[in-house]
């Protein structure tokens, strides 16, 4: 008898272990999230049951429980993902290193150059905005905590991230870029030359083209596993009266501090 119990409890083990756990409730709000995470415009109630294939009805318990508990805010569009995932996630251990390391330096720059700064990472096809440093003047560009933006050819970010990984990492990321680009871009191709060329001067300066009268300068950051860049620094460069230190003095301030926060995470660049 106890043998027979024991290869029952045996056989359910084994089919329990394999089973597909089914839980509604929470893949409706993971649905819900990452719907809202498709793009920075709200969606309302209707919006979201007509993309999720779902009544209104249905979500809208979920939707109430996720703005209740922060996940998601109500603005006059509808509702839109809050910052508390990105908070959530700073808490995870490599993203707080590069956070409570990062932003005090960031800050001296800003300082410094009288310029906004950011620091973006690759996540999921994206680039995520994960330190955002605005600039003491009055007036300024700058781009918001918590933006994110598809990783693509034309994102200056994106392409010194991309330009700085070992050559398989680089082969995949390349196939991404081209993937998630506008359709006049560079072929992978022409677009491996770009990235050579960013690698081989360590940076890259473009006008931005998202923003007229801005210049986006952008450096890697390394980390101690040296298997590429980690993140990108930017400094959306804006002239103005008030700001004193020209591009090129800006672009070197942007440097170094590129490569003291490289070498405060673990980098061999000194």
Known sequence: MTKNKSNVHSTLTKQLSGALYAAPALEKGLDILECLAQGPEGKTLLELSEALGKSSSEIYRMVEVLARRGYITRQDDGFRLSLKMFDLGKQFLPLSDITSIATLHMHELALLTRQSVHLSMHHDKRLVVVISVQTPEPLG?????????????????????????????????????????????????LLLKKLNEIRFRGYEQVPSDTVNGITDIAFPIFDASHMGAIASINMPYLKQRDAQMTIAQSRSALKKTAETISIYLGSNLA
Do not use: C, M, Y
């Open 141 to 189: 560009f700058s781009v918001r905590l918590g933006s994110h933006f598809p990783f693509r050819t034309d994102r200056t970010s994106a392409r010194v991230i991309a330009a700085f990984q070992p050559a398989e990492l680089q082969k995949k990321w390349i196939v991404e870029l081209v993937e998630n680009a506008k359709p006049t871009v560079l072929n992978p191709r």
